[in-house]
């Protein structure tokens, strides 16, 4: 069975300082791996996936099947960018998605 | 486009009640997912809806049961009411008769059970 772990519940950064929050998984073939973000009163909304490789917001996160790995990372947080952060995983023709349990992010000013 | 789109947005039951909720899948797509969000926990799947059926189910009683009506919106149904049904319920939509996987999320009904 798949499972996404989070270690973090809590992370706290300076503004401008870089933040990395720790995505791992467990599952044997070939995950699709995906960020979401759920700001205050807002609701939850895709952030970026590993397949396309694309930088949203200056965040990016690169799939390590080496270490069953997805962290996010961005080099200079900004105050806008305090959130709720879950990892998810989409495996094979799977259509559901296994949240991990989140990451609650506060960039301090 | 409002986007998907839940009702009601709380609600209060009591031990052994039934308890519906629905949800309207943003324009366009034809594929419901719900999710239940125990609180300080990620979201987890309880089943999937696309053409009328349900297509996958995670590890949830037969307790929940679910619908899709030809418009695509959906309903949500639990029966004999656990105070540990008490969460935030998401709806998903995604265009997955178009190829999409993407879900798109609604805010949740928050049921509480006492």
Known sequence: ?109 | DAGVTQSPTHLIKTRGQQVTLRCSPKSGHDTVSWYQQALGQGPQFIFQYYEEEERQRGNFPDRFSGHQFPNYSSELNVNALLLGDSALYLCASSAIGSGSYEQYFGPGTRLTVT
Request: net charge positive; with cysteine; glycine share 6%.
């Open chain 1, 1 to 109: 069975a798949q499972r996404v772990t989070q270690p973090e519940k809590l992370l706290s950064v300076f503004k401008g300082a870089p933040v990395e929050l720790k995505c791992n998984y467990s599952y044997s073939g070939s995950p699709e791996l995906f960020w979401y973000v759920q700001y205050s009163r807002q609701r939850l909304q895709l952030l970026l996936r590993h397949i396309s490789r694309e930088s949203i917001k200056g965040f990016t996160a690169d799939l390590n099947k080496g270490e069953t790995s997805f962290h996010l990372k961005k080099p200079f947080a900004q105050e806008e960018d305090s959130a709720m952060y879950y990892c998810a995983l989409r495996s094979g023709s799977a259509r559901q998605l296994t949240f991990g349990s989140g990451t609650q992010l506060t960039v301090l000013p």
